[in-house]
């Protein structure tokens, strides 16, 4: 026995308006044709599928079942075609992320130019959150992807992949006390003004920890929303910093500058990168992921 994909459609539109003539006004074919591909249907499958009241037709409880099955496997071979057609015309799509300061800065410009080059009809929607925003973002389905450092909320329906790691270090002036330091522990740094980021950062939320942590007060003289103004205002010896590595590098290697390496074990990071488990994932967004959990 066979099932004609055809057959059920128009079987599940009778059900849905309630009567053949309908449901043939709808699909722009003749009612003694769907007539006769329900007759068709109820003879493979032995059964009874529709009984006429005064209101039209209904499923029968053999009918009722059907639907249900039926429209499962219609939204599946939907999917199939809609999957197909992309990889012939090229996944199309729009994926939104929501990341981080680090993760924007370090990693996603390169990996993001390299993706739109291999599929240039997908759309990205790119924005900075803190962690916790991100972790809330995408329970509440407002993203497709998420990248942050810290679990912060609840990540109950969220899928969670390892994604990449980084290095902060201290970063101080050309001529400050610490500069020619090779290597240091968070606390020894605490006697001296810090230029931080903006409050609730993944990085602002870890020092403030380590310096309870250590009993001594976190002095933050001035805060800052990005790490090029960080940069900037060490370079000008207004405090010290902590930043990862990788976005120091170019002031260092230029000796505007210095960098010297944490001992703490904190210091040493693993973004992570999550779905939402209940949403519904396209095919762009499933591509975009694979590619960014991929090893470089």
């Known amino acids: 026995m066979r099932l004609d994909p055809t057959s059920l459609r128009l079987f599940v539109r009778v059900l849905e308006t309630g009567t053949i003539a309908a449901a043939a006004e709808h699909e722009h074919i003749a009612a003694s044709a769907v007539s006769k591909r329900i007759s068709e249907l109820e003879h493979n499958l032995d059964a009874q599928l529709l009984v006429r009241t005064n209101r039209g037709v209904e499923g029968t409880q053999a009918g009722k079942a059907l639907a249900q099955l039926a429209r499962s496997v219609l939204q ?3 999917e199939v075609h809609a999957r197909m057609h992309e990889y012939s015309q090229g996944v199309r799509g729009e994926v939104r992320i929501v990341a981080n300061i680090s993760a924007i800065t370090q990693f996603l410009p390169r990996q993001l130019k390299a993706f739109l080059d ?40 969220l899928q969670i992949y390892p994604y990449r790691s980084d290095n902060l270090v201290v970063i101080t002036a050309n001529r400050h006390p610490l500069a020619d330091t090779p290597r240091l522990h968070f606390a020894d740094t605490l006697k001296y003004d810090y230029v931080g980021l903006h409050t609730g950062s993944a990085i602002n939320n870890k020092l403030l920890h380590a310096a309870a942590a250590a009993e001594q007060p976190f002095r933050m003289r001035i805060q800052v929303t990005s790490y090029e103004a960080l ?6 010896d207004l405090g010290i910093g902590i930043m990862p590595m990788d976005i120091a590098r170019p002031y260092v290697n230029t000796r505007r500058i210095k960098a010297i390496a944490l001992n703490d074990a904190w210091a040493h990071r693993n973004l992570k990168l999550c779905t939402n488990n209940q949403q519904p994932m396209s095919q ?13």
């Open 118 to 157: 291999r599929h240039p009809l997908i759309q990205i929607q790119l924005e900075e959150k803190i962690s916790s925003e991100i972790i809330d973002t995408l329970a509440q389905r407002k993203a497709d992807i998420g990248i942050f450092t810290e679990v912060l909320g609840d990540t109950e329906n």
């Open 231 to 236: 940069l900037r205002m060490v370079e000008q």
């Open 284 to 296: 762009a967004t499933r591509r975009l992921l694979e590619y960014l959990t991929q090893d470089d």
């Open 76 to 78: 599946q071979l939907d």
